[in-house]
């Protein structure tokens, strides 16, 4: 479950800039909102299923409250995904 875990936390990352540099000035600069209604579709179906699959490897692998903290925390900042994976997740999934 980790593995497909960290690719959730990649893809969710991903959205998050995209929305972040790239549909929001598209939408705000040039008026053009298409993009980010689909994205931001995408983005929130993503960040769901991080949420569960959170809670799910922190049953499976019994983290600790602080460690799942740092993980639910990450989906809410710029970058914050792929510093989770380079600093909890990578190490859970090589054991």
Do not use: C
């Not at 479950?1 to 598209?26: D, H, K, N, Q, W």
């Not at 993503?46 to 499976?60: D, E, G, K, P, S």
């Amino acid at each position: 479950m980790v593995p497909f875990f960290r690719l959730i936390a990649l893809l969710e990352g991903t959205s998050f800039l995209v929305i972040l540099a790239v549909t929001m000035p598209l939408k705000y600069i040039w008026q053009i909102a298409e993009p980010t209604f689909y994205v931001g579709m995408i983005h929130g179906v993503l960040f769901l299923l991080y949420m569960v699959l959170a809670f799910a490897v922190h049953i499976q692998i019994k983290w600790n409250f602080g460690t799942l903290f740092w993980v639910l925390l990450a989906s809410l900042l710029p970058f914050g995904t792929f510093v989770a994976d380079h600093k909890i997740l990578k190490k859970i999934s090589s054991r």
